[in-house]
Each structure stands twice: as structure tokens, then as C-alpha cells.
């Protein structure tokens, strides 16, 4: 099992970027899974940033409501972020996550830098 995010980089403040995630490994489907996407900036905890459950159903904290959106594409196997309005608070490395679900325990993916300047 693998969760490959990509897609972080450096951009200024009031950009955009869209984060993927992209599942792999032996017969690793997402589509029965809850997905979200997590952030950890530097001296912080990881803080929960967004959640797309198996039917579709989206969270996100409050922080980045109205600027961004997580979804998912079961036939790519892959969850995404797109961010937009980015602010320099955004600020972090950016992580996927498979929550558990029965007998498959939560799995991480490695992360992606996500830079803001203003």
C-alpha cells in the first residue's frame, strides 16, 4: 500500500495549487475508504484540514472553507486538494490519509511542501 501526495510547491499569496494523492498497491482500491487531507507546519501538531467520505460527503475546517476543496476520483484511485486563495498561513507539508476502516488500520502518505509567500 502507498499514498503518493505531490503537487505542493512555492506559490505567492492569492495563488493556487491542487494537491493529489494517489493510491497504489496490491489490489489498494480508496473507493470504500474515508480520505483526508492533513497539513503540519513548522512547531505545529498535524492539524485535519479536509475529509471526502466514501459516498462523497466533504468536510473542511473552518480556516480553509471557501477556499478549498477535497475530492476524489475512485477510478484513478486517486483524493485531491485544490486550493485556492492560498495566504502565507497555508503554510505547511501536507499529508493523505486512508482512515481505517474494519480490520485496515489508518495508513499515511509521505508528504508534500506547500510554501506561501507574501
Known amino acids: 500500500v502507498q499514498l503518493q501526495a505531490s503537487g505542493g510547491g512555492l506559490v505567492q499569496a492569492g495563488g493556487s495549487l491542487r494537491l493529489s494523492c494517489a493510491a497504489s498497491?496490491?489490489?489498494?482500491?480508496?473507493?470504500?475508504?474515508?480520505m483526508g487531507w492533513y497539513r503540519q507546519a513548522p512547531g505545529n501538531q498535524r492539524e485535519w484540514v479536509a475529509t471526502?467520505?466514501?459516498?462523497?460527503?466533504?468536510n473542511h475546517v473552518d480556516s480553509v472553507k471557501g477556499r478549498f476543496t477535497i475530492s476524489r476520483d475512485n477510478a484513478k484511485n486517486t483524493v485531491y486538494l485544490q486550493m485556492n486563495s492560498l495566504e502565507p498561513e497555508d503554510t505547511a507539508v501536507y499529508y493523505c490519509?486512508?482512515?481505517?476502516?474494519?480490520?485496515?488500520?489508518?495508513?499515511w502518505g509521505q508528504g508534500t511542501q506547500v510554501t506561501v509567500s507574501s
Open positions: 490519509r486512508r482512515y481505517a476502516l474494519g480490520r485496515d488500520a489508518d495508513y
Open positions: 498497491g496490491s489490489a489498494f482500491s480508496i473507493s470504500r475508504y474515508s
Open positions: 471526502i467520505t466514501s459516498g462523497g460527503a466533504t
